[in-house]
């Protein structure tokens, strides 16, 4: 069965650089949702989207940016990068039917 | 706030024990969600219960949503080594769907 596809698996920057995180939610789910996970810590939730609209936010930074395209894949956009935004992003994706997050394999962000 | 106690957060078992995980919350969830998750890689979804008693089962994995869904138990049956893992409950937010993380419980088995 598909699931969800995240792009890069790994992204390594600067301090005070731009990065862009990929999503491709599985077939059908029309729900996007974005994690952060710091190490040893639970997934922090960023935003969410839900056909092309923004659904809810969470503890997402000023800096970054996100949005659900009409092929239903999401982009997150992540500005001025510190230290402190290294760690893994996760995209997730449901249906409407259901409110099961699928995750996917995550980004790892290094920030230098 | 929705708060999802997970116990307990560190467990190390001879292989062929039995173990139970707990997830408890004084708030009512629409779902609750177990994942796996390996470290660097996104959590693997489990299971999903959703009725109030609702017990499924996944070979040795046996998932039970308490009645009045605010709490839920993982057990394992005669555990392997390949059970190794985080384990993850996450309850749903009744209102929008949000997920409530539990801690997570490190398992180590034992050969």
């Known amino acids: 069965a598909a699931g969800v596809i995240q792009s890069p698996r790994h992204l390594i920057k600067e301090k005070r650089e731009t990065a862009t995180l990929k999503c491709y939610p599985i077939?059908?789910?029309?729900?996007v949702y974005w994690y952060q996970q710091g190490p040893g810590q639970d997934p922090q939730f960023l935003i969410s989207f839900y056909e092309k609209m923004q659904s809810d936010k969470g503890s997402i930074p000023d800096r970054f940016s996100a949005q659900q395209f009409s092929d239903y894949h999401s982009e997150l956009n992540m500005s001025s990068l510190e230290l402190g935004d290294s760690a893994l992003y996760f995209c997730?994706?449901?249906?409407?039917?259901?409110?099961?997050?699928?995750f996917g394999p995550g980004t790892r962000l290094t920030v230098l | 706030t929705q708060l999802l106690e997970q116990s307990p957060q560190f467990l190390s078992i001879q292989e062929g024990e039995n173990l139970t995980v707990y997830c408890n919350s004084s708030?009512?969830?629409?779902?609750l969600q177990w994942y796996r998750q390996e470290p660097g890689e996104g959590p693997v979804l489990l299971v999903t219960v959703v009725t109030g008693g609702e017990v499924k089962k996944l070979k040795r994995l046996t998932f039970q949503f308490g009645d009045a869904r605010k709490d839920s138990s993982l057990h394992i049956t005669a555990a392997q080594p390949g059970d190794t893992g985080l384990y993850l409950c996450a309850g749903a937010h009744p209102s929008n769907y949000q997920l409530i993380w539990g801690a997570g419980t490190k398992l180590i088995i034992k050969p």
């Open positions: 997730a994706s449901s249906s409407t039917a259901t409110d099961t997050q699928y």
């Open positions: 708030s009512v969830f629409s779902s």
């Open positions: 077939p059908r789910h029309d729900t």
